[in-house]
């Protein structure tokens, strides 16, 4: 595989987007409705390369605060990674790593670095998301093997955040291929992944088995929101979803 310089694919990559109004990323949400200015746009985050077909429209702002759907589109509990299904190979010569919960990421190609903390599922089945005071950092399902582990780790984050500002995941569709994400563990060692593959997906087809289905080895998942922002449902229509799979443990 060709790279060129880190420096460079950031300095190509990096927006200085000034973002007003945009879909909470992954959370329903919950109190009072917030008034936006009537001079706000909403803007789509970037888009992976593969959704670059589909258009990303600005809607105009709203009375009332956007709200979207959890990550999950139904309220069935994610597969646990038992069930079949087909996945990268390993990259040759590394081994699993022992099971050990998530404290950080880093994802250098978009800039982004994050506390992580676990949530499991709500009453409806539907995957738990940042709230509070870790609104704006990254989750990890803690139902899903823990980074390093064999099997798919699933991370999650908003896109935007309170005062709809960008949220720690709003450029995670810049993502490319080849990008490395280093998540730290608690026991102290650091597990590096190599992203394979980026993609946008729609929301009522969101593919559980390749997300929670059973790989052959260390794998992670970084999920967000994306795509078109409907105005008239207040969410945006798609998931973008980060594919990696273990290099260096």
Request: with cysteine; aromatic share 4%; glycine share 10%.
């Amino acid at each position: 595989m060709t790279h060129t310089n880190p420096g460079q694919n950031v300095a190509r990559r990096r927006r200085h987007t000034v973002v007003v109004a945009v879909c909470a990323a992954l959370i329903v949400v919950g109190g009072g409705a917030v008034t936006w200015a009537a001079t706000q746009q909403v803007e789509a985050p970037p888009a992976p390369p593969a959704a670059s077909s589909t258009t990303q429209e600005e809607s105009s702002a709203s009375s009332t605060a956007p709200q979207d759907a959890a990550t999950q589109p139904s309220a069935s509990a994610p597969s646990t990674p038992k069930a079949a299904a087909e996945s990268s190979s390993p990259a040759p010569g590394v081994q699993p790593l022992s099971a050990s919960p998530p404290v950080a990421v880093r994802i250098p190609g978009i800039d982004v670095e994050s506390p992580i903390h676990g949530l499991g599922l709500d009453a409806e089945g539907k995957l738990q998301v940042p709230t509070g005071e870790r609104y704006n950092e990254v989750a990890w399902y803690d139902g899903s093997p823990t980074p390093g582990e064999v099997g798919p780790a699933v991370l999650e984050g908003h896109v935007t955040g309170t005062g709809y500002a960008p949220s720690v995941f709003f450029e995670l569709g810049d993502t490319r291929k080849g990008d490395l994400i280093e998540v730290d563990r608690a026991d102290g060692t650091t597990a590096t992944f190599e992203v394979t593959e980026v993609k946008s997906t729609p929301k009522d087809d969101f593919p559980r088995i390749d997300v929670y289905g059973a790989t052959d080895g260390p794998e992670l998942r970084v999920i967000t929101c994306g795509g078109t922002f409907d105005k008239n449902a207040g969410r945006h229509l798609d998931n973008v979803i980060v594919f990696a799979k273990l290099i260096k443990g």
